[in-house]
């Protein structure tokens, strides 16, 4: 047991080296982390669905059918989020509606990863329909932050960030709309990655808000993120949000310098609200950056104040119109009624849960006549306004660095009953979102009781590989990463 521990807590690149070497096989590698589950999966829950006999069996073809040369993730195990289409795997977005949904394709990015050799070990946990903070909305119930389980992982991919913190998987997939990679990455003390908007198909992807959602990965460290962001971005042509954008080798990319770079530091993201642990790991990354040779620049991102309200019209309209499919008719679970429209309200009652259905009024609100140019069409302005924010400030920086999250992770329960202050939860990842920027968050040290803090730095549009690279850098100084949980 104590080596198949061992194995569990590799990063993604150093087992792929190994498997390469022929130093640790597949089945072995597969075999650590199933063991890590059993271990841990108990207290926190990280998965909505787990399949080991299908993950043992694969890995097993693996070891008995090596190429030459290993595509990128040969044998390695990986968790993949309950709103990713898998193949005959359960993909129920953490809702009863989907409860027994399995689908009959594989997503663009399950597809990737089938392609490049991975183990799916399970489908990870997550606020119902991606639609939260906490990872508690899951009709599943909630993932536990393997760092002190009484307090949440973020979300809404919290199991899919707890579970590559608790070392049950070597890295997972998540999907990001307004922050849910970043925060729960930020929350579990890994590196989380949303990519830009278009860098990565959303062909598959159960929609919450089309033009805000996307794929990305979660890992242990840049190097992982570099090495899964290869596999799953490029251009799908049955998606037409899809970039037409060559994608570079992140992984080679890592070793660009920090010297001569100027990072923008965005000063309404420094106001009221900010915990001080949160504010001084920050600054503390800051002045880590320019002891590596870069500058720093006090930039101003004045739309900022209005990103949260903006967000909440654009994405639940989006929602109102996405969710709409779901009435029990064609697939997910139906609840029987008198009559059509009897079904539909019957299944949507009992399929639902809470903060879905409110963002479904929210939206339909918004979208409704007489009310639809004073919300939604004026949300639409206020988010070119904050575009034009981002560019304004790149025209002085080549990258920003903010906080992730205000806080540090909070207590199961604590924020449930007051939505807004749960909203505020992703006060500083919205705009990046609205925006389609790329944003990647890092760990950068702990609260005084061993809580993770995290950084966010913000690129230009198809930037990734120098975010990553920033990342990169600071990890070699030996910094960021807490201790393992659990």
């Given at each position: 047991m104590a080596a198949d521990s061992d194995l569990a807590r590799l990063t993604l690149h150093e087992a792929r080296d190994r498997v390469t070497a022929g130093e640790v096989t597949s089945a072995e590698l597969t075999e650590a982390c199933v063991a890590r589950i059993e271990e841990v999966e108990g207290s926190v829950h990280a998965f909505a669905h787990r399949t080991t006999d299908e993950a043992l069996a694969q890995a097993a073809?693996?070891?008995?059918?090596?190429?030459?040369?290993?595509?990128?993730?040969?044998?390695?195990?990986?968790?993949?989020?309950?709103?990713?289409?898998?193949?005959?795997?359960?993909?129920?977005?953490?809702?009863?509606?989907?409860?027994?949904?399995?689908?009959?394709?594989d997503s663009f990015v399950a597809r990737r990863l089938e392609e490049a050799g991975a183990v799916i070990l399970g489908k990870a946990n997550m606020d119902e329909f991606a639609m939260g903070s906490s990872c508690e909305n899951s009709a599943l119930g909630p993932t536990h932050n393997p760092h002190d389980l009484e307090r949440v992982p973020g979300g809404s991919s919290g199991g899919s960030a707890a579970a590559v913190a608790a070392d049950e998987c070597l890295a997972a997939l998540g999907s990001d709309t307004?922050?849910?990679?970043?925060?729960?990455?930020?929350?579990?003390?890994?590196?989380?990655?949303?990519?830009?908007?278009?860098?990565?198909?959303?062909?598959?992807?159960?929609?919450?808000?089309?033009?805000?959602?996307?794929?990305?990965?979660?890992?242990?460290?840049?190097?992982?993120?570099?090495?899964l962001l290869g596999v799953i971005a490029g251009h799908d042509p049955d998606d037409s949000t899809s970039a037409c954008q060559p994608v570079p080798n992140y992984e080679a990319a890592l070793e660009a310098e920090v010297a001569g770079l100027t990072i923008g530091i965005p000063k309404e993201y420094f106001g009221g609200g900010l915990d001080p642990a949160v504010e001084e790991a920050v600054r503390a990354a800051i002045a880590t950056y320019e002891s590596l040779g870069a500058t720093t620049v006090e930039v101003s991102l004045p739309h900022t104040e209005q990103a949260v309200a903006t967000y909440y019209l654009v994405a639940t309209a989006e929602?109102?119109?996405?969710?709409?499919?779901?009435?029990?008719?064609?697939?997910?679970?139906?609840?029987?009624g008198k009559d059509l429209l009897d079904v539909y309200k019957r299944t949507r009652e009992e399929g639902f849960g809470a903060e879905v259905k409110r963002r479904i009024m929210l939206g339909t609100f918004a979208l409704?006549?007489?009310?639809?140019?004073?919300?939604?069409?004026?949300?639409?302005?206020?988010?070119?306004?904050?575009?034009?924010?981002?560019?304004?400030?790149?025209?002085?920086?080549?990258?920003?660095?903010?906080?992730?999250?205000?806080?540090?992770?909070?207590?199961?329960?604590?924020?449930?009953?007051?939505?807004?202050?749960?909203?505020?939860?992703?006060?500083?990842?919205?705009?990046?979102?609205?925006?389609?920027?790329?944003?990647?968050?890092?760990?950068?040290?702990?609260?005084?009781?061993?809580?993770?803090?995290?950084?966010?730095?913000?690129?230009?549009?198809?930037?990734?590989?120098?975010?990553?690279?920033?990342?990169?850098?600071?990890?070699?100084?030996?910094?960021?990463?807490?201790?393992?949980?659990l």
């Open positions: 073809a693996r070891d008995a059918a090596r190429p030459d040369p290993l595509p990128p993730l040969w044998g390695l195990p990986i968790a993949v989020k309950d709103n990713i289409c898998t193949q005959g795997l359960p993909t129920t977005c953490g809702s009863k509606l989907l409860a027994n949904f399995r689908p009959v394709y307004g922050g849910s990679i970043r925060q729960p990455a930020c929350f579990c003390g890994v590196v989380g990655l949303k990519p830009t908007y278009g860098r990565v198909s959303r062909n598959g992807l159960v929609a919450f808000a089309s033009s805000l959602d996307q794929i990305g990965p979660l890992t242990k460290d840049a190097r992982d993120a570099a090495l929602a109102s119109s996405n969710l709409g499919r779901f009435d029990g008719i064609r697939y997910g679970v139906r609840q029987e409704s006549a007489g009310y639809y140019d004073a919300y939604y069409g004026k949300a639409m302005a206020v988010r070119t306004l904050i575009r034009n924010d981002f560019d304004a400030a790149f025209g002085q920086c080549d990258l920003l660095l903010t906080p992730t999250a205000p806080t540090p992770p909070f207590r199961l329960g604590e924020k449930l009953d007051d939505p807004l202050t749960m909203y505020l939860s992703d006060i500083f990842t919205i705009a990046v979102s609205l925006a389609g920027l790329p944003a990647v968050s890092f760990p950068t040290g702990t609260t005084a009781a061993g809580l993770p803090l995290g950084a966010q730095l913000i690129g230009r549009h198809f930037d990734e590989a120098r975010l990553l690279a920033m990342v990169h850098a600071f990890e070699a100084t030996g910094q960021g990463r807490p201790l393992p949980a």
